[in-house]
């Protein structure tokens, strides 16, 4: 089985892939009478396809342990999708290059508390994976006509380790 070692999450190790979701390095201002702190633009959504809108829901999600066996990824052709956890705990974001419509090389991210991240369109990528307890994601997706999902499974999986 080949393995996968877990690097952090920066925005150069996640730019092929999407973008990271945080508030280090991002534009910001003051709003509500100074009360608080904007920071803005820090995820592209994007929607295509018939009667295509965005949906922003919350998922609840089980944890999961090293090692990990990756067995399968997904991607979602008509948009992008988002994942921003909604406590500081850590999850881990797997994301894969694409060749000729089949995932290769997948890479495993460690998210650092504060971190959420967007995947672009078409983008192989593991499922939702917290680490230490259930968690609840905000997340920001595609809603419309048309199918917006589609599934890998490997032949064989990888085994996700953490140094």
């Known amino acids: 089985m080949k393995s996968i070692k877990v690097e952090s999450l920066t925005n150069a190790g996640f730019a092929p892939f ?4 945080e508030k280090a390095g991002a534009e910001s201002f003051r709003i509500n009478d100074g009360r608080c702190t904007r ?3 820090l995820a592209t959504v994007e929607t295509t396809g018939s009667k295509a809108r965005v ?3 919350i998922f609840e999600s089980a944890p999961i342990s090293f090692p990990y066996e990756l067995k399968m990824v997904e991607r979602h052709p008509l948009g992008s999708q988002a994942f921003v956890p909604l406590s500081a705990r ?3 974001v ?3 290059e694409d060749e000729d419509g089949v995932p290769i090389r997948p890479r495993a991210f460690r998210t650092a508390p504060g971190q959420g991240i ?8 593991g499922v939702l994976t917290p680490l230490e307890a259930v968690s609840d994601f905000v997340v920001v997706d ?3 006509e048309g199918n917006n999902l589609e599934e890998f499974f490997f032949d064989d999986p990888y ?3 953490e140094e």
């Open 142 to 144: 595609r809603g419309g």
């Open 159 to 161: 085994l996700v380790i």
């Open 90 to 92: 850590p999850f881990l």
């Open 118 to 125: 967007n995947f672009f369109p078409s983008t192989w990528h």
């Open 94 to 96: 797997i994301a894969c």
């Open 18 to 21: 999407g973008e990271v979701i």
């Open 55 to 57: 949906l922003v829901n």
């Open 39 to 41: 920071y803005h633009d």
